[in-house]
């Protein structure tokens, strides 16, 4: 009788494990893609620290780091401010970019955006010689930006090299909250 039982609680213990539990997330599972959330200010200085690979002018960096938000879920009406600059035009060893932004959060309460889970390359835009390129920028970027948004299964590289491009060294992948699209209005004519 005893071993009976005991093969009836490993059975069910077994069970348990390959179910999802019941207490997880509904963003967690594959059933559930979509995500209600909430838009949460954010204010933060990023200042970019050139050392071995790529300067960028204050200009160039704010583009590139204004594109970087938008793959990763900021809202379209960010605002991106240069600082920090110490040259007139050509690359700048000290450009940052002084950022307010709005970010999705999960949050169930009402009201809700609507919202799904993603998976965004941030390099993906880039030949794989330009991603080596960014190296540093994509490093700092992983450890500055990216822990503001909502972000899961982040998958990152970046190996660096003095004065040395190394192709295919460099990826910055994660699953991010965006918003879902507002369904198309009425057709006007």
């Known amino acids: 009788m005893r071993f009976r039982i005991a093969i009836v609680a490993s059975f069910l213990c077994s069970c348990a494990w390959a179910t999802p539990a019941a207490n997880a997330p509904a963003a967690e599972t594959a ?37 970087l938000l938008l793959k990763l879920g900021a809202r379209p009406d960010l605002h991106l401010r240069s600082y920090g ?29 609507p919202a799904h889970w ?9 030949t794989l010689l ?7 920028l994509i490093q ?14 982040v998958d990152f590289n970046a190996t660096c090299q003095p004065r040395n491009v190394v ?7 994660a ?4 918003a879902d699209q507002p369904p198309p209005g009425p057709a006007t004519r």
């Open 31 to 67: 059933e559930s893609p979509h995500q209600p959330a909430m838009w949460a200010p954010v204010q933060l200085k990023f200042t970019y620290r050139q050392v071995t690979t790529t300067t960028y002018t204050c200009s160039g960096l704010q583009a590139r780091v204004k594109g």
């Open 167 to 173: 192709p295919g060294s460099t990826r910055l992948r």
């Open 118 to 126: 993603k998976r965004v390359d941030l390099l993906e835009d880039r």
């Open 85 to 113: 600059c110490t040259k007139l035009s050509g690359p700048d060893p000290f450009a940052g970019v002084q950022i307010r932004m709005n970010v999705l959060e999960p949050d169930g309460t009402q009201p809700a955006v």
């Open 175 to 178: 699953d991010v909250l965006i």
């Open 140 to 153: 700092q970027v992983e450890q500055q930006i990216v822990p503001v948004f909502a972000a899961r299964n």
């Open 130 to 136: 330009d991603a080596a390129a960014d190296c540093e």
